[in-house]
């Protein structure tokens, strides 16, 4: 399918686990283990999971972070991985940072902050430079005023604002945002959501975007994709997983979010620890015999479960 | 009506910047009573934490004015020694990071055991013993094994369960909890609310939780107490802060927040930054800056806390004629743009 601009086919990341008196590997981490994902253009694809479930580590692979141990990432046609990539791509995938403080060189000015990745990929004269970063902050909402400052000079917001017109300066086609708000408060949230939308619809950009935080990315995202230790246990539209979650992870997930409607309180709390009982004797059920969640399968034309396998 | 259990008064908590003390924590007056969860929520910087340190006696070098009796002693009077003696006894406190709330070099039953014998006078037997039911009480399987355990070898979701089973060790009054699950999954945040519940009705404890999660506040709490910039905006009762929230703070911060309703929708944006302690203007309704379109007249001078409504506590007058407006792009970047301007010259200094 052409209308893909990402295409993720069985991607495996598995790291070594060295030991012994001759440092021979023992085991393997398998952080991503058979991970199938295809981004439209134009989309926001959510990749959801707890802590240590890959979600980062897919993120990574794409963008050239970590070294691929089997499977294939596909861009806009070209191959990402194996010989023989063409370092090309990589202008066109960017990616957004989690934490605004460690992101930013604290002793970069703004201005070289942005023109990092432009003077990688492009020369331009010193004028145009400036003329593009004035550009840019304006995007991103930013005075012009800012482009000689330093990054403790703003505010959270403003902080990720700036990662953000880094990540956009050289018109990429995919970026990658990795937690790009868990790290700031609800309001200082909105604001950097709201504009990344804006972004989105202005670039025509599709996004990679992984959050634990569930209730963002509902509204953020157009399809998810649920992660549970290094596989997908669940895939499709937003309404799917949040309205008819299948996997029982999933429905636990989604049940554990805390709803700020206080009349549903009790009626969630009966429901969550239904589910905690029946997560606990029947999750079992839902893994193969080496604790790996079962294929994904086909249930409707957008929603895929990765139900067991009835034998 | 119960006896309340904490009764801070006018508690003013200020730091020295540059010589002079500005006030973080400014004329907070709050209660808890047994059996109840009080929720404090606000952005940070708003002074919720330096409240509940206060509250602890955790600041060394802050100056603290006001009064905060728990059953019946005013605890700004006490000295180390004192304090030593209620913290983690009578008044315990679960912090927002497990990972650096344990000591990493000893073994979890050594921490457990340490908080019993300097509270207790049981022999190290039993409180041995007694560190290993805790654990299972907080919900850890193969307790015993645990309990031999380092920090490093533990969970998030698990380190945090320790952390909660040392603040309960000695089955303490009041419960302070600071962000107890901001730096967990969504799923073991379920967990440890539901625990953090279920071992506050069953101890009959007071908690002050602290959060900026308004979806935890909804769940856990009992009463709200809604900061901003140092001072209590808003004070009510659960449903009536998330059915009826009067000051415009706390109507700006829930529509702020992710809904099924506004679903990719446009969020509301609060205008500006929470103004830096040294600058800010003291005499004003705090909150007036950040909503511009609001007429100078409705806000009072030096505006008070009142009862508006049984229970429901607002603070100014401005609330009676809000409404939330929309503020475009460039709107907000001029209104950066000043704020820039003006923090040129002091930069950001941040709190001691």
Known sequence: MSNNILEIKDLKVHYPVRGGFFNTIKDYVKAVDGVSINV??????????????????????????????????????????????????????????????????????VFDIITEPL??????????????????????????????????????????????????ALRPKLIIADEPV???????????????????????LTMLFIAHDLGVVRHMCSYLGIMYRGRLVEEGTVD????????????????????????????????????????????????DEEGRAFPLQQISDTHRVALPVRS | MAENLLEV????TSFKIGGTYFAA??????????????????????????????????????????????????????????FNKIRGGEIAMIFQDPMTALNPLMRIKAQIVETLTIHGKKSKNENEKYAVELLERVGIARAEQVAEAYPHELSGGMRQRVVIAIAIANRPKLLIA???????????????????????????????????DLGVVAEMADRVAVMYAGEIVELAPVREIFKNPKHPYTRSLLTSIPSEEQMGGKLHVIQGVVPALHKLDRTICRFSPRIPWIDASEHEENPELREVEEGHWVRCTCYKNFYLKETNAEDLAELENQELERDAVGGNEDEQ
């Open chain 1, 40 to 109: 439209p253009v134009g989309t926001t694809y959510g990749l959801v999971g707890e802590s240590g479930s890959g979600k980062t580590t897919t993120g990574k692979a794409v963008m050239g972070l970590n070294h691929v141990t089997e499977g294939t990432i596909m861009f806009n046609g070209h191959e990402l991985t194996g010989k023989g990539k063409k370092v090309d791509n990589h202008k066109d995938i960017q990616m957004i940072f989690q934490d605004p403080y460690s992101s930013l060189n604290v002793r970069k000015r």
């Open chain 1, 119 to 168: 003077n990688n990929y492009e020369s331009l004269t010193k004028a145009e430079r400036v003329n593009r970063v004035l550009e840019l902050l304006k995007i991103v909402g930013l005075p012009p005023s800012a482009i000689y400052k330093y990054p403790h000079e703003f505010s959270g917001g403003q902080r990720q604002r700036i990662g953000v017109a880094r990540a956009i």
């Open chain 1, 182 to 204: 868990s790290a700031l408060d609800v309001s200082v949230q909105a604001q950097v959501l709201n504009f990344m939308q804006e972004i989105q619809k202005e670039m025509d």
């Open chain 1, 240 to 287: 799917d997983i949040f309205n008819n979650p299948q996997h029982l992870y999933t429905k636990r997930l989604v049940a554990a979010i805390p709803d700020i409607d206080v009349d549903h309180v009790e009626k969630n709390l009966v429901l969550r620890n239904q589910l905690k009982e029946e997560y606990e004797q029947n999750f079992a059920d839902y893994l």
């Open chain 2, 9 to 12: 008064n006018n508690l003013t």
């Open chain 2, 25 to 82: 924590v400014d004329d907070v007056s709050l209660t808890i009573k047994p059996n109840e969860v009080l929720a404090l929520v606000g952005e940070s910087g708003s002074g919720k934490s330096a409240t509940a340190f206060s509250i602890m006696g955790l600041h060394t070098k802050a100056r603290i004015e006001g009064e905060v009796n728990f059953l019946g002693k005013d605890l700004t009077k006490f000295g180390p020694n004192q």
């Open chain 2, 178 to 212: 600071d962000e107890p699950t901001t730096a967990l999954d969504v799923t073991i945040q379920a967990q440890i609310l539901d625990l953090i519940r279920e071992l506050q009705e069953d101890l009959g404890s007071g908690v002050l939780l602290i959060t900026h």
